[in-house]
């Protein structure tokens, strides 16, 4: 008999019958199903919150068991905590000393470049139409699976023009969580009903501050359109989050209390912060965020851990926690919707394309090989991208590998831009560097 199916239903029948009061048996079933020692550690962390009833996670935790759709709990408890993280992440080492490359924890894939918005400054603004076809991708998410790969994000272009597709591929891969970064305007009433009824599914929506930000960037209507897909959410139990790009225009407003308060209300469990990067569509340096704008979204994203009912990751200033950039395999890549295999969303380059080759394959491309063998690409947790914070070692790893250029035209390509990059990477480097050499010298002295 298979010792997981019963905890996890011992786990549900908690959660159905009292979730406050049993939360401590739920966390200690959990225990029971991880292998892996510092999952053991995680939980036993997790466990010292849930004691304290004032705490901003224990009440995080609370919402989420008491208001989440049943199924989608259960499917979510099993995919993700156990599939992704105790079951996911020993298979990925397994495969990895077998291959001899990392493989990624989750992979990012667009079904498609098509969009309904055309958003100023959008990272994938700039490739050539295309589509997967529904063979590929359903080839792409069975071989991440027989690696231990249980977590797909979507992206593209816009996911959701694709909806049905992506409906029938999360129900066939049932063992997956499927997350996807929409724009959340053609979230509706049909759509949420099918995602109830497969319980994988959860959405990351795009906004960029208020009312009058969101809609300079991405058009007017906007906001009120992705108000009225999370109260859609919301009212019928679906998970979901915020994914927020930072750039010089509006980084006070999407760190302040007032967005984040607004946004928990309206039922964010998480939040991504993006700092924006000089790719894809309408690239300008001049959008990129201050240094002191980063340092204020490094500090504010801590505060909101620390204090807010919400889940929150800058994916540039976190590097302290993951040991640098994560992605190029390490963590998670890229695969755009023609199909080139890319070490990340912000990093446009391939030798390889998934309608040719096996995703085990991609995972040992020269480009993926190149990256991978300079991780971390600083000593400076807080200086971990190698385009926006060490761009010369991109450019080693395009020329080493032989990558091309994924593109339709070449204006951020780093041949042409290392040079102003560099001033950028210098002037975030001494910011960067004074914070992370007193956090170091506090942590000794503590």
């Known amino acids: 008999m298979n010792i997981v199916d019963p905890i996890i239903g011992a786990i549900v029948d908690y959660i159905d019958k009292n979730p406050e009061k049993n939360l401590l048996t739920i966390a200690n079933l959990m225990s029971k199903l991880t292998v892996m020692p510092e999952h053991k550690e995680q939980i036993e962390s997790v466990k010292k919150f849930l004691n304290d009833k004032e705490s901003n996670w224990y009440k995080f935790t609370i919402k989420g068991l008491k208001n989440v759709d049943k199924n989608i709990l259960k499917r979510l408890l099993l995919n993700f905590f156990i599939n992704c993280n105790f079951k996911g992440i020993p298979k990925q080492k397994e495969m990895s000393q077998k291959l001899g490359v990392s493989v990624p924890w989750a992979i990012l894939i667009d079904p498609t470049e098509a969009c309904n918005l ?36 979507l992206s593209g272009g816009e996911p959701t023009v694709r909806r049905d ?7 066939k891969h049932s063992n997956q969580v499927f997350h996807l970064f929409t724009n959340g305007t053609l979230i509706d009433e049909k759509f949420v009903e099918d995602v109830k009824r497969v319980g994988n599914i959860t959405f990351a929506i795009s906004i960029d501050g208020l009312k009058e930000k969101t809609d300079a960037r991405r058009g007017k ?17 679906v998970p979901f989050g915020f994914s927020a790009t930072y750039t010089k225009q509006n980084t006070e407003e999407v760190g302040s209390d007032e967005f984040i308060d607004m946004l928990i209300d309206k039922g964010c469990y998480f939040g991504w912060y993006f700092t924006y990067i000089p790719v894809g569509k309408d690239v300008d340096l001049e959008l990129m965020a201050t240094p002191e704008q980063r340092k204020y979204m490094y500090e504010r994203v801590n505060y909101i851990r620390a204090n807010k009912e919400l889940f929150a990751i800058d994916f540039w200033n976190d590097g302290e926690y993951s040991g640098g950039c994560i992605a190029g395999g390490r963590r998670y890549l890229h695969i755009n919707a023609a199909g080139e295999v890319e070490p990340c969303a912000f990093i446009h380059y391939s030798n390889v394309n998934i309608n040719d080759v096996s995703l085990e394959d991609a995972l ?20 971990p991208c190698p385009l926006i914070d ?13 990558a091309h250029n994924t593109q339709a035209h070449d204006v951020s390509d780093i041949h042409n831009m290392v040079d102003e990059l560099k001033a950028v990477a210098d002037r975030w480097g001494k910011v960067a560097d004074d914070i992370w050499n007193n956090k170091n010298v506090s942590q000794r002295e503590a």
């Open 165 to 171: 597709d992506i409906v029938k591929l999360a129900e």
């Open 364 to 383: 040992k491309s020269p480009i993926m090989r190149s990256y991978q063998k300079r991780q971390p690409f600083n000593t400076d947790m807080l200086r």
């Open 390 to 402: 060490n761009p010369e070692k991109l450019l080693e790893i395009v020329e080493e590998s032989g």
């Open 221 to 237: 209507g906007t906001f009120d359109k992705v108000m009225h897909a999370m109260d859609l959410l919301r009212e019928n139990g």
């Open 118 to 153: 055309r958003c100023t400054g959008c990272w994938a603004g700039d490739y050539k139409p295309h589509s997967l076809s529904n063979e590929v991708l359903d080839r792409v998410f069975t071989e991440a699976e027989k690696l231990g790969i249980y977590f797909i994000v």
